[in-house]
């Protein structure tokens, strides 16, 4: 019997985990949180909540990890103002009844005031409404389905597939000069059509033609997809998958001898250092591969990566993920924790904190290509600037820096982040 899709996916997350966890971790001074005073904080709680999907599938679970250790990092350096958070975590279990659930006892029983860290496939669209109707605000760490990137409420620090994929077309485009692409990706509404079509929409901006092959993820036949690929006659082949779906995908396209024939491009999910050499040398010789990465290199040297490192190191645990996930994890809870400190820490409730995330508008970092901010409006991807790596020789060697996504769906949150002066 065929592994479902959910079953390769989660082997996809773990093999990201795990092989990212064996880089070596910057050298770093001790982590600085919050007040960074050393002293650790006394007060009445901050109910911070969030909802990850942990049990099931995959371990979607390792945003909130970093968001729990630099929570913990800021109680034991002042809290905020004295005040310490106190971070909850449920467990949606891939489950749109239990997402449900759980966002109810944290919001009606738990009474958090926020969401920080959330990483979920399915919560952001059982619960957007919800969280709209209880003005509870979501810095959500990793977004995933076109819900997370479309509601009021919601705002993730990471960039997604569309935008993923879409940097990695236009890397195609503009330095390889690609005017044909094929785009494969897994049949799952508002997932592999929302990205594939947002490639589709950037080539008929650019004049590039593209096609858009979507496929049964628990039945995938590999040669059968690159052969219909092959049909389209492309100068370049977009992996819009996972990764251990995009293993095979590499594999069949080495047995009809593509090397010479067509670049394979993929999304910010190929980034993990494994797949050079599960791709082979065919492959990983170089010049014939390109992944786009949403966030920055995870053993990049700058203030927050070594800082990332440093937090997890002190205040995480060993088994705590690090990978692009719990970067974006750190990067929600470094935006919380700078939001929440504004605040006067005897007058902290929901509708004060609400007031503060949305507020955020323009966090630095040099995990991210681009200052993140929450934003007002129903769309929110304030991630959309990426840089693009080559496999070559085993690694990733990068051949692009920090360029912005041309999606033409952008033009809203364009708009926004000239009126709020980002675009300065």
């Known amino acids: 019997m065929r592994p479902s899709f959910l079953a390769m996916l989660g082997l996809a997350c773990t093999g990201l985990a795990s092989a ?93 005031v926020g969401m920080v860290g959330n990483s979920s496939f399915v919560e952001c669209a059982t619960n957007a409404k919800f969280y709209e109707s209880t003005n509870v605000l979501v810095i959500a760490g990793v977004g995933v389905p076109r819900d997370c990137f479309h509601s009021k409420n919601i705002s993730p620090t990471n960039g997604g597939p569309r935008m993923s994929n879409i940097g990695a077309a236009q890397y195609m485009h503009d330095d390889l000069h690609v005017k044909r692409l094929v785009c494969i990706g897994p049949n799952i509404p508002n997932v592999g059509d929302w990205s594939c079509g947002g490639i589709e929409a950037y080539g008929k901006s650019v004049g590039m033609e593209v096609k858009t092959i979507l496929f049964d993820p628990s039945s995938l036949d590999a040669t059968s997809l690159i052969l219909q690929a092959m049909a389209f006659k492309p100068d370049a082949i977009d992996f819009n998958t996972p990764k251990e779906l995009g293993i095979p995908l590499y594999a069949a396209a080495e047995q009809q001898d593509l090397g010479g024939k067509v670049y394979l491009t993929a999304p910010t999910s190929h980034y993990d250092a494994s797949v050079p050499k599960a791709i082979g040398p065919y492959w990983s010789k170089g010049g014939r591969v390109f992944i786009q990465l949403e966030l920055e ?95 070559k020789d085993d690694a990733f060697v990068t051949r692009r820096s920090c360029f912005a996504v041309l999606d033409p769906d952008y033009a809203g949150i364009l708009k926004t982040e000239k009126e709020l002066h980002l675009a300065d």
């Open 20 to 112: 990212l966890a064996t880089m070596p971790a910057a050298a770093a001074d001790a982590p600085k949180c919050g007040l960074s005073n050393g002293k650790a904080a006394t007060g009445q709680p901050i109910e911070i909540g969030a909802i990850v999907g942990k049990t099931g599938p995959a371990d979607f679970s390792g945003s909130a990890q970093a968001a729990a250790a630099y929570f913990n990092c800021v109680n034991a350096n002042g809290g905020i103002n004295g005040r310490p958070i106190r971070y909850s975590v449920e467990d949606d279990q891939w489950n749109p009844e239990t997402a449900t659930q759980v966002a109810a006892k944290l919001v009606n029983d738990t009474k958090v």
């Open 297 to 391: 290199p995870l053993d990049k040297h700058g203030g927050d990566i070594d800082n990332w490192h440093a937090v997890l190191d002190k205040y995480g645990k060993p088994s705590d993920q690090r990978n692009t996930f719990s970067q974006a994890g750190y990067l929600a809870a470094l935006a919380a924790t700078q939001a929440l400190l504004k605040l006067d820490p005897a007058k902290i409730d929901r509708a004060s904190v609400a007031e503060a995330f949305r507020n955020i508008k323009g966090l630095k970092t040099d995990m991210s290509c681009s200052p993140w901010y929450f934003g007002p409006g129903d769309e929110h991807n304030a991630t959309h600037a990426g840089s693009v790596a080559e496999i």
